[in-house]
């Protein structure tokens, strides 16, 4: 089956986002009964129903609302402890044959500075992240022929080769274009982590006034099925997301729930990851504030977005200010961006007179990574820069068999604990290092005694004393 584009879709590609029906299920009154009910099912780490998410939307009473925050508290501590998992994006090329409508990379902006990376930039970039502590990587690329799937995989390899001192990257994940099944087979060969796809909105009339025709990403239906294809093409780990302010941020929650329900009742596993980024300032835009998202209804969408997926990774990026991050980390939020820069050559030459020019959009956290770990530390958080599970094999459904029990939770801490350990020695300011010791002994202490325990031990006091790096279980 192809689209109007040409593109071939995977079997039995669907469109399964039906507007009607789930502008239906957020009209009408909260029944508080049924609330409560929803919000113990979610207690008990079981998947909500799209229907039963939108009846968390719609409870927006104070004693509800309160309820739905605390719930996505507890939630997070049963499944993710105070683990926060940190990493940087970086981009790699702003070509873009798209033309939607609020981004600064669109092709009819004349303002954007237009720039792919060579290899030597490439590897700068690599190095100048990797010596301030960075171990995880997400990739950014245009919509453009020149990044293809071979350019993929290769921009990936060169930045798995590149190191400096104790300095390497363990993970790399993806944002980029929908690819057919043989690409996504090339980029999975070149040791990717999760391949991310946002639909930016799921509603169809705003889709396409955002997304003109004319381009790929004016492709409603090749761009839903995007990672429906990277599953039949063997990977088992990629990430959904909306542009909240594009509409209804109800809508669009219910529309992420019904996608990760669809992948997961296809495949036996849903998106590893769900990112909520806001509408945010971008060069050469006018922004539209109809649907802007404020921040107390983006705390709500975060916690129900918790309470509705337990087991997904919940990121949040530094689009947000540092007291909004601060404030929603608690509601389910597992990952964060730090020290991040969104131009293209930005963490080489962020002094540059264009390098506003060469940004996506307009951030709202810009402090360094170390400062940002300071504060998770004094907030009782363990920074994490883990990828055991991914080079370990554990994920897709197998991941799932190991955290639906809360088995993952055992593997997390001690690897999350051993990472922090790294950075603290390597990259860590004097200020950040003693706060973080705190933070580990207090931890350590918490852990119950016996193998595991010994064994964290020994392994931390070889990262200290023996100079030794990357020990995982």
């Not at 990044?147 to 400096?164: K, L, M, Q, W």
């Not at 639909?199 to 492709?219: A, F, I, V, W």
């Not at 931890?443 to 193998?451: A, K, M, R």
Request: proline residues 5%; contains cysteine.
């Amino acid at each position: 089956m192809r689209t109007p584009t040409g593109h071939r879709l995977s079997s039995d590609a669907t469109d399964f986002i039906d507007d009607d029906a789930l502008k239906d299920l957020l009209a009408g009154p909260a029944d508080p009964g049924h609330v409560r009910a929803i919000i113990d099912k979610s207690l008990s780490k079981e998947p909500l129903t799209v229907a039963e998410t939108a009846a968390l939307l719609k409870a927006d009473d104070p004693e509800s609302v309160e309820a739905v925050f605390a719930a996505a508290r507890q939630l997070k501590r049963d499944v993710y402890g105070n683990r926060i998992v940190l990493f940087a994006p970086l981009y790699v090329g702003n070509q873009c044959t798209n033309d939607c409508r609020y981004c600064a990379f669109r092709r009819s902006n004349k303002e954007a500075v237009r720039q792919t990376l060579d290899e030597n930039e490439l590897r700068a970039e690599v190095k100048a992240l990797e010596q301030v502590g960075h171990k995880r990587l997400i990739m950014v690329f245009g919509e453009h022929p020149e990044y293809d799937a071979e350019f993929i995989a290769r921009s990936v390899r060169t930045a798995y080769e590149t190191r400096v001192g104790h300095g390497e990257i363990r993970r790399i994940n993806i944002n980029a274009a929908p690819l057919d099944e043989e690409g996504y087979r090339t980029v999975e060969a070149a040791g990717i982590g999760t391949y991310q796809i946002f639909m930016e909105t799921y509603h169809h009339p705003t889709y396409e006034r955002m997304h003109p025709p004319n381009t790929l990403k004016g492709d409603y239906l090749w761009r839903l099925d995007g990672l429906t294809r990277a599953y039949e093409a063997g990977c088992d780990d990629v990430g959904i997301g909306a542009l909240f302010g594009l509409y209804d941020w109800r809508f669009d929650v219910l529309g992420l729930v019904s996608h990760a329900r669809f992948l997961a009742d296809r495949f036996g596993v849903g998106p590893h990851t769900i990112s909520f980024p806001r509408l945010r300032p971008a060069m050469g835009t006018r922004l539209d504030e109809t649907h802007l998202v404020g921040d107390h209804d983006f705390k709500r969408l975060v916690a129900i977005l918790r309470l509705a997926v337990p087991y997904t990774g919940l990121i949040l990026t530094a689009r947000e200010k540092p007291e909004v991050r601060r404030a929603v980390m608690g509601f389910g939020v597992s990952q964060i961006d730090a020290g991040s820069r969104i131009g293209l050559g930005e963490y080489t030459d962020s002094d540059s007179a264009a390098a506003a020019r060469r940004q996506q959009f307009q951030l709202g956290d810009i402090r360094p990574l170390d400062e940002v770990i300071r504060e998770l530390v004094e907030d009782g958080y363990v920074p994490s820069f883990c990828t055991a599970c991914y080079r370990l094999g554990r994920t897709g459904e197998q991941f799932m068999e190991f955290a639906v029990p809360g088995f993952i939770q055992k593997f997390c801490t001690p690897n999350a604990l051993l990472t922090f350990m790294e950075y603290l020695e390597d990259y860590a300011s004097p200020q950040t290092r003693a706060a973080g010791l705190r933070r580990l002994n207090a931890e350590l202490e918490n852990l119950p005694d016996g193998e595991m325990k010994a064994a964290l031990i020994d392994r931390l006091r070889r990262v200290r004393e023996a100079d030794e790096r990357d020990h995982y279980f």
